[in-house]
């Protein structure tokens, strides 16, 4: 058994990260902290918990983060590039499913995140998350930085055509539909239920966080600079708790592939990728409350449009569970430990 | 007051058409049909109607179609086509809701629908009911096609770009969402409240009928032959009654242009369209029980790609609404008569 | 027509009494008062009045509340009894929707409600603001205190049990369910979305505000002390937006009543209640928008349990609706003007 | 590991079933019938289960239900009847998740379920499958009726009161309400999303053919006749997928007993059921997806009303999940194998 730490529990992704442990047969989660609900029963705030677990909140300075195997830090943006150091220092290894290192380029961060990043020394060394992309190094990672949600279903979308280079990088789109819980359990009035049900609307269409994290892994992923990506990202909130829909279109460059074979190849031995049969339409609630990521590709018409639809959960495959999927990777667990969860239907 | 029939009245579209003429200070529902219920209190069906209307559901073979001014049919595809011939003969003027109208090519309509078209001569004169397009033509129509509701509202949002003549025409994108009652009162499995709550996904993306509606559109919009039209047309689901959001997408061939100052004047005369102010994301809920367009233009970054977010209630400005605005047009009442409806909300 | 104030127009009620005060024939608006939101346009706020309304917030210090004929309170309890007594002092009349004026017992409304009652002069003329028991008294009222949701669905459904001394004042149960727009548009977390959806719990069982309201009322009807009645009031929270179903049991002291025919004739001539046929369930979506009250009274296997089931909109009926129904009886309006609005369903 | 088939795959229950037992360690599903889907994968239907099974439906003639060491029934009403006889006969255990089994006298079974039972000779031996009353008859079953959902949860709810003999058996009310799921899968008009959701409202209150057998269960649990039993029972629908929140009232026939100590120790080694604090509102959705029901006990004001409120999922502890705790007991297994769920929130 390793020694688990999540710093940040009382969010909607530290909840769901303590969900996945407590079932995980190999981890187990020394503290959880909190510094609003320090000393309080963690089954007291989330009743699903309620006998399963007698865990209470530590107050984040008396925590026992350094006696870890792993923290996993589930805190608002700019929380976590302020106590990594000292616990990478310690040999403590780390997986921030927050943003502050998601971006290689500090300047960048600064700009997206409207703050100074304060640790710009281990961007270099920081993993990206993605297991699809960069398995074989969040192995070694001291410090993996979980991909946000949006760009997993978006980057797993266009991975296999930008690898290929089959599709012109100036001309992608990614319309994505989240669910509320994307938003966080923060008291905002625009998530109310009576504010978000029954509605749909776009939003943040002038400039998304993700926007610069997606652009940088297709750029990774067609090994070329970010500036030859020209991805237009429209983001939409959808009436309903999980999941993420992603509607990536792109242009063919070339013609007569087959696409269909060329994606069931490429993620042929990916343990969470499902590409459906031809044809298909994946479902948000096919993957409810579990790790996978469903595709199907499309080309309507056999015209040069490429339609890829992408589902996940946002707080498992989008968060929580894409990093114990990373834990697994860096600990030598198998990948699939504790992530073999099936959706509840309906 | 005019007399004014209803064929079909026991679906969503035929009810809401219902609730809005029996608002309407010059229309008088003279007859409401339905073959599985006639006899039946509307009312009963209705429970919203209860103490607002004493109708009883007609029998199609007996109702005092031929003493109506105008007769709306709000049938399934290829009922009017059968019923409205010899209606217009005796002079009574036809508004159908449903799809037999629409398309100007016989050969095309009997291939996206399925069945050979039986009134191919009415096409000619039929008139296509967007008014915002069509008004003068809507006024002197003795048969009007009700659009479509992804057509209304991918249409709006692409006019003024096309009229324009500033995008691309090969390379347009409409990804458009639905609530469920776009599906009818139906008995389908598919949209149970435990099969489409908590869920989203995309459908019909190897090929929707609303496709070659809104290619026809666009093409009499830019004034070029159909096939000089690419448009991929990607329609999804979404967890709520009512309400659609279309995210359009175009490559624009021009630089420089206001794209906001022209949506406002293309559409400044409109009564029934709100171009919203600059970094505008309007919300299906805000136009909801309502005629209402609401468009809001973006060009993200300055870059060449356009978009334009476009909801309607499907219901209503979508269908039943908008079905009331052409006859207002045709029987030369104010165009917004009985439509004065705000929305309610939350 | 009179000049119409409301003082707190950013929540729910506020809102939705703007959206019928609009509408209303004899009616303008003048003022709508937000200190958070002065000079801002409402319809900002409430984006259904984009293009309906050009007002905008004034501060509540400045605005002409007292060039009005009558205004309205939709401010949280506590505010207005500061405020109404300048006002009638100068002549205008006043309802208010907030809770200060609704319990006659100054004392019993400070344990209830935790701070002191500023203004106990005016509770024994303020009059309680249910026109189907105190249509007369409303008429001449300087002051009407607007019912609360629960206690307007509740008072309905055992009116005609009690006024016709049918059943056992000491064994009432109120088991309720309301919609989430009850808790008001703050931002809290037991509302949102993604925690009140796809969810259902009781609340406040140890104690809940309306309680003592709705026994004031039933006392009054009974003719009997406030003691002899003992409620058992269940308030729960339902995952949608608008709607209260009150399902009321009482035990029967008579036998051989016809209740059916009781109700039918105790609210024959209500404009606002509506009492269904034998056998019928009411559902919250007919009422959806409307100001009506729709009650079906039931006693299953003839035994000596009665089952009233009652539904109302929380925010109409329960709130803005009753508010002008009070409104148009205080000003000699006919009682349904502005208010003949047909719930929109599905 | 045990052989097991499912006959009737194709409704929620049977789904349900299916997701629990392909991750139960003990239990190997080697049938699922079909007859409208035979031969299809079972993942074609439902999409969750794409990659976790390769099961496909069986004809239900061709099955090999005798080689199983126990077989489900989650088949319509009046199926089971006609099967199970030759099943025991040939020594095959059987669990009806349908009703055929559970009332034991056939006239009154015949009566509510409209048919009569063709199977009558079975119900004396048939043992009713709530564990928390029949643990030990459960064991020695060779047939198990399992309980309906309501009746669960009215039951767990009522048990310690009247086992205590502390209320009036005359006047028990139970106020139940049930996520849509309940009506299960059928394609029906009442059902639709746009029909269910945004509605509240109760149905059968003329009677419900769950109120026979909750009667039969408090009279076993009371050791007395059915006739001493006054029960009144009212469902409603509420607007979500899954859960049934019951809250039932009964007059205190004694005082001064500590109820909440009493309902603790009634349920202490109950592994399903959890006695929440005093003052505590179970919620739904604390309870998705497990086998739990979650209880807390009210007094209010100390007067004579007891309130019981009691949550469960209505397709697990209410249906597939009580079945294979029922399961577990009669083949000798822990109780919670397979059943250790923790429910998904939000």
Not at 122 to 141: D, F, H, M, T
Request: charged fraction near 20%; proline fraction near 6%.
């Amino acid at each position: 058994m390793k020694k688990i730490g999540i710093v940040g529990g009382t969010g909607y992704t530290g909840a769901e990260l303590l969900r996945l442990l407590l079932a995980h047969p190999e981890a187990e989660v020394v503290t959880i902290t909190s510094r609003a609900e320090q000393g309080r029963e963690v089954a007291e705030r989330y009743p699903n918990l309620r006998g399963i677990t007698s865990l209470r909140f530590d107050s984040p300075d008396e925590a026992p983060l350094i006696d870890c195997d792993l923290v996993f830090f589930a805190t608002p943006n700019g929380v976590a590039m302020q106590q990594v150091p000292s616990l990478l220092a310690k040999g403590v290894r780390v997986i921030d499913l927050a943003a502050d290192f998601r971006l290689r380029d500090a300047e960048q961060w600064a700009e997206w995140y409207g703050q100074p990043h304060q640790c710009s020394e281990l961007l270099a060394s920081a993993v990206y998350g993605l297991p699809e992309i960069n398995r074989q190094s969040i192995k070694r990672a001291q410090l993996v930085a979980n991909p946000g949600c949006y760009p997993t279903a978006v980057q797993l979308a266009f991975l296999p055509l930008i690898k290929h280079k089959l599709v012109d990088l100036q001309a992608l789109i990614a319309d994505t539909k989240s669910g509320v819980s994307g938003a966080g359990r923060s008291a905002n009035v625009g998530t109310l239920l009576c504010e978000a049900s029954e509605n749909f609307k776009a939003y943040g269409v002038t400039g998304h966080r993700h926007l610069p994290e997606i652009i940088q892994g297709l750029a990774q992923a067609g090994q070329v600079d970010i500036k030859q990506i020209a991805l237009t990202f429209v983001p939409h909130l959808t009436p309903m708790i999980r999941g993420i829909h992603a509607t990536c279109y792109s242009k063919l460059t070339v013609t007569g592939a087959d696409l269909q074979e060329m994606f069931v190849q490429h993620y042929l031995n990916e343990p969470f990728v499902d590409v459906m049969p031809v044809g298909s339409h994946p479902e948000t609630r096919s993957v409810k409350g579990s790790n996978l990521c469903r595709i199907a590709v499309h080309q309507p018409f056999q015209k040069d449009t490429v339609v890829v639809l992408s589902v996940i959960d946002n707080l498992v495959k989008g968060a929580a569970g894409q990093a114990v999927q990373n834990m697994n990777i860096m600990l030598g667990f198998p990948e699939q430990l504790g992530l073999q969860v099936t959706a509840v239907l309906p």
